[in-house]
């Protein structure tokens, strides 16, 4: 292979930390290592940086530093809404959790778990003609046994934007046989620090560092009533008691600054990589023949909702297979996905399949040819260009030597 600079369109898998936050990160491993729960002043000033980064972390999201749980990822968050709610599995028995039918793995498995004590775990369907769960289809899902809903605010596979708003306005009216309205969960790991969260809209907001320039290894849950949680992790009683063990201190630190980075940059940081990913849909528009734009496309602004995060470009290329045009891009430098990382885990321990856009409405063989393209700060035009020079060469390559895509031509 030869060496140049890589072109990186993978932001939704992760990021690179921006140089400030690796500063503060190193800073605060040399000078502020002691324990937050020490008594002392060096303890003290440790304690005392926490709060700061939490401030920032909320100040980000638009909600309380008191509501804000720490967590070692955005995975580990997930699993804290959803299974933290209660105190013993046992007693989820014939009660009813809902969630779309493309979440995460993270909160997928997590809830799956209650099915396996009894609970009636249903998924929503998604609307294919938008992308999105339909209002509607929560409302009729919903009976005097539901207690959970959980669903992502952006798709990480897609980018669709769900009707968080509109899907609490159908909970808001409603209560369950235990005299409670059903905790409402939204996972907006892809979201914060790129579009506005309306947290004010869910119980429960999972986040995360490494998607917005901060360290990998640090997350945090919103709870608005975290005493309503249980213990995930017992011991010293750190972050409210949710989850003992002595906190990352560095990796918050990191996550506060990166989060207030983003904060003040978000208007400005999503019209520019909306600007990127119009250039590179309309190139492969008109470059590329029969090609399909998978999800919607309409992006969501500060002030404008939409129903796609501009970070995001969800391509369906048939004829070819995506993980062949990953590897054949990955020679010029250049670095996309076919979806989730996390979900890739899980699809190397079997045949083909993406259960997600699957979900979503797209065939096995679109899903098995669908590149999803993740925009950032550091990408610009000139790698746009690049990236379309060498799609249009791999795609029309393997084109060539599929008999399935030349008889569909006939």
């Known amino acids: 292979m030869q060496s140049q600079p890589s072109i990186y369109l993978d932001h939704a898998a992760t990021t690179r930390a921006s140089e400030d936050v690796v500063h503060a990160v190193t800073q605060a491993m040399l000078e502020v290592y002691g324990n937050p729960s020490s008594l002392h002043t060096v303890g003290q000033l440790a304690e005392r940086t926490l709060k700061t980064a939490r401030r920032q972390v909320a100040d980000a999201l638009g909600v309380s530093s008191a509501n804000i749980?720490?967590?070692?990822?955005?995975?580990?968050?997930?699993?804290?809404?959803?299974?933290?709610?209660?105190?013993?599995?046992?007693?989820?028995r014939g009660r009813k959790v809902?969630?779309?039918?493309?979440?995460?793995?993270?909160?997928?498995?997590?809830?799956?778990?209650?099915?396996?004590?009894?609970?009636d775990v249903v998924f929503l369907p998604i609307d294919q003609s938008t992308g999105c769960v339909k209002p509607s289809d929560l409302s009729d899902a919903l009976d005097r046994d539901a207690v959970l809903v959980s669903v992502m605010h952006v798709n990480n596979e897609t980018g669709a934007v769900q009707p968080i708003e509109e899907l609490s306005q159908v909970l808001s009216g409603f209560t369950n046989r235990y005299g409670e309205k059903p905790l409402f969960h939204t996972d907006a790991v892809q979201s914060f620090g790129k579009i506005p969260v309306p947290a004010a809209c869910a119980d429960l907001v999972s986040i995360s560092a490494h998607k917005i320039h901060g360290p990998k290894g640090v997350g945090a849950l919103y709870a608005r009533r975290p005493d309503r949680l249980q213990a995930a992790i017992r011991g010293g009683g750190q972050e409210g008691g949710i989850r003992s063990g002595t906190e990352n201190v560095p990796g918050i630190v990191g996550f506060g600054l990166a989060a207030e980075a983003a904060a003040a940059n978000l208007a400005a940081g999503a019209r520019f990589v909306?600007?990127?990913?119009?250039?590179?849909?309309?190139?492969?528009?008109?470059?590329?023949?029969?090609?399909?734009?998978?999800?919607?496309?309409?992006?969501?602004?500060?002030?404008?909702?939409?129903?796609?995060?501009?970070?995001?470009?969800?391509?369906?290329?048939?004829?070819?297979?995506?993980e062949v045009l990953v590897h054949d891009l990955e020679r010029h430098g250049i670095y996309v996905s076919t979806?989730?990382?996390?979900?890739?885990?899980?699809?190397?321990?079997?045949?083909?399949g993406n259960s997600i856009l699957e979900a979503a409405g797209y065939t096995r063989e679109e899903a098995e040819a669908t590149l999803r393209f993740s925009f950032g700060k550091e990408n610009t035009p000139e790698e746009i260009e690049s990236v379309l020079t060498c799609l249009e060469d791999a795609v029309g390559r393997f084109r060539q030597l599929s008999p399935k895509y030349h008889m569909r031509l006939q």
């Open 339 to 352: 979806g989730s990382a996390c979900a890739n885990i899980g699809r190397k321990n079997r045949k083909g």
């Open 69 to 92: 749980i720490f967590t070692g990822s955005g995975t580990e968050a997930d699993n804290l809404a959803i299974l933290a709610g209660f105190k013993n599995p046992e007693k989820i």
């Open 98 to 119: 809902i969630l779309s039918a493309f979440e995460h793995p993270a909160v997928r498995e997590a809830a799956l778990s209650y099915g396996q004590h009894g609970a």
């Open 274 to 322: 909306l600007r990127l990913r119009s250039m590179l849909r309309d190139g492969i528009l008109s470059r590329i023949p029969q090609v399909k734009i998978g999800g919607p496309f309409e992006a969501s602004l500060e002030g404008r909702p939409g129903t796609s995060s501009p970070y995001i470009l969800s391509v369906i290329f048939p004829g070819t297979r995506a």
